[in-house]
């Protein structure tokens, strides 16, 4: 579904999180350089101070349809203003400058990094295509007995996955492909595999008792990590959610296996099970680490249940 409203000057708010990327990133100085540049009329300029702020910001805008909020930043700063526009009319919008940058590969940004300047950053939002995109919603219960809801746009993951982005949080002196190669290399020969049950409603995924699994990746984009491809039919617009998961593997099978990740080939291993669905739960009694787009929520989830939700928000610049 294409924008409803194509010919109203839209309202820009950039919500900007200035520890994202790399300090010494090019990329990332021009478009800071450049949203400093911007004068009040021509958009709004927000720098975020603590956690969770740039959720706040967004949900605050979330009710104007004339409003694109750009999420400037990696896939951490994408997910919170992403969480915070669901269920208002608002445009979410990209300018990639963080260290994974995995949902921003789904978008067609036509933005020249190199020569990035106010006069275009503003014209491309300005007139770029919106289109419906889909969100995924996980519900899940903690160990202590709490009862948590949460969303991805781009990627979850359990496991091994969830171990592997609470080790990425502690790695601040490491920046992009590098952190996720060191934390997931660093979880490999410590991580323990966990009993899971998964199971959806279609009966696609039906498993009538838990087995250990190593990991269980679950996308409404193609890529996570900061460059795998975990999911290479995946698109953030068809409906569905596309999971991948493996059992107990010893750590040279998960060596030879983890460099054809890079170029979405690793369905091609007998142990590597691949599939679509609309929702799914899962099953884990003695409690899973769980990440959402990159960032770990939960170190003890057992019971999830996971759906898509179709055309929940509008993107600015999805192809």
């Not at 087995?211 to 996570?224: C, D, E, F, M, W």
């Not at 099978?253 to 142990?271: C, D, E, N, S, Y």
């Not at 959402?292 to 019971?303: C, M, N, Q, T, Y």
Request: hydrophobic share 40%; net charge positive.
């Amino acid at each position: 579904m294409n924008d409803p409203h194509p010919t109203q000057r839209r309202l820009l708010t950039f919500i900007v999180n200035p520890a994202a990327g790399h300090p010494w990133s090019l990329r990332r100085y021009r478009a800071h350089r450049a949203l400093s540049q911007l004068s009040p009329k021509e958009a709004e300029v927000l720098w975020t101070q603590y956690p969770g702020q740039a959720s706040e910001w967004a949900r605050a805008r979330a009710s104007d349809h004339r409003r694109v909020v750009v999420a400037v930043g990696g896939d951490g700063t994408v997910h919170d203003v992403a969480s915070g526009l669901i269920g208002g009319q608002a445009h979410l919008g990209v300018l990639a400058v963080g260290s994974g940058n995995d949902f921003a590969t789904m978008l067609d940004q036509r933005l020249d990094t190199a020569s990035l300047c106010p006069e275009s950053m503003v014209a491309f939002y300005q007139t770029a295509p919106s289109k419906a995109a889909d969100l995924g919603e996980v519900r899940w219960q903690s160990g202590d007995g709490g009862h948590h809801l949460g969303h991805f746009i781009n990627s979850m993951g359990l496991g091994l996955e969830g171990a592997v982005a609470q080790t990425v949080q502690t790695l601040k002196m490491v920046k992009g492909l590098s952190r996720y190669m060191v934390a997931a290399l660093w979880q490999m020969v410590r991580y323990q595999p966990i009993a899971m049950a998964l199971g959806s409603a279609c009966e696609t995924i039906s498993e009538s008792r838990p087995s250990p699994k190593l990991l269980v990746a679950i996308g409404n984009g193609r890529r996570a990590g900061g460059g795998f491809v975990l999911q290479p039919d995946a698109r953030v617009d068809d409906g569905r959610l596309d999971v991948c998961w493996a059992p107990d593997l010893p750590v040279w099978r998960q060596a030879m296996i983890l460099p054809t990740v890079f170029w979405g080939k690793h369905g091609q291993f007998k142990a590597v099970a691949q599939a679509q669905v609309e929702a799914l739960n899962i099953d884990c009694a003695q409690g899973t680490p769980v990440h959402l787009d990159g960032e770990w929520v939960a170190s003890d989830a057992r019971r999830l249940s996971v759906r898509v939700r179709p055309s929940a928000i509008r993107v600015v610049g999805l192809g």
